[in-house]
């Protein structure tokens, strides 16, 4: 089944412990991206990557990392949490067509995160 | 920047009316997505508008794309308590920027 694999589902934590949420899929998409979901906000893009090796910021970078070392894994790495960070996270992929545009994400179940 | 803005932010529907909710953008769009996101559940994919004055319908579901290309609707008739959940759509902009709306959440009255 074609699906993107978010883990874990809830993570409860506490402030500055460094957690890594993985995210893989298995359609070999080439465009992978992380949001979060605030009440009120939608969703907005933390990071994105485009290919392996390439990555890039979105509208809310700041206190996040990822890495893109292969094609199906995107894992979302959270160094020293604060309880801003307190969010629904979701995972998406999707194939890059002409101009980078995608053609409709396929997202992971999410990432219920809180720092306390 | 793009912004990219829906009305309204709630709807209350009793169940068998229609409804519509709206999506405009401050730039000209490439194309547009649609988005259903059940309660408790992720988003999942609708669909994708991508020309001018474009129309797609999807059971119950219409889907339009303005003739500026800078708008879109979403037009559901006789609402089920099945179409409960929020709605986003998200646009590109000629730069490739790819942003969501807030999204429009949708509550069925039986």
């Known amino acids: 089944e074609a699906q993107v694999t978010q883990n874990p589902r809830y993570l409860i934590t506490v402030t500055g412990k460094k957690l890594t949420v993985t995210c893989s899929q298995n359609m070999n998409h080439e465009y992978m991206s992380w949001y979060r979901q605030d009440p009120g906000l939608g969703l907005r893009q933390i990071y994105y990557?485009?290919?392996?090796?390439?990555?890039d910021k979105g509208d809310v970078p700041e206190g996040y990392k990822v890495s893109r070392k292969e094609k199906r894994n995107f894992p979302l790495i959270l160094e020293s949490p604060s309880p801003n960070q307190t969010s629904l996270y979701f995972c998406a992929s999707s194939y890059l067509g002409q101009g980078g545009k995608n053609y409709g994400y396929t997202f992971g179940s999410g990432t219920r995160l809180t720092v306390v | 920047g793009q912004q990219v803005m829906q009305i309204p932010q709630y709807q209350h529907v009793q169940e068998g009316e229609d409804f519509t909710t709206y999506c405009n953008s401050s730039?000209?769009?490439?194309?547009i997505q649609w988005y259903k996101q059940r309660p408790g559940g992720h988003p999942v994919f609708l669909i994708q508008?991508?020309?001018?004055?474009e129309v797609k319908k999807q059971k119950r579901l219409t889907f339009q794309f303005g003739e500026a290309k800078k708008n879109s609707s979403l037009h559901i008739t006789a609402t089920q308590t099945t179409d409960v959940g929020t709605y986003f759509c998200?646009?590109?902009?000629?730069?490739?920027?790819?942003?969501f709306g807030a999204g429009t959440q949708v509550v069925v009255t039986p």
């Open positions: 730039t000209t769009l490439s194309n």
């Open positions: 508008l991508v020309k001018s004055g």
């Open positions: 998200a646009g590109t902009d000629s730069w490739g920027k790819f942003q």
């Open positions: 990557s485009m290919n392996v090796e390439v990555t």
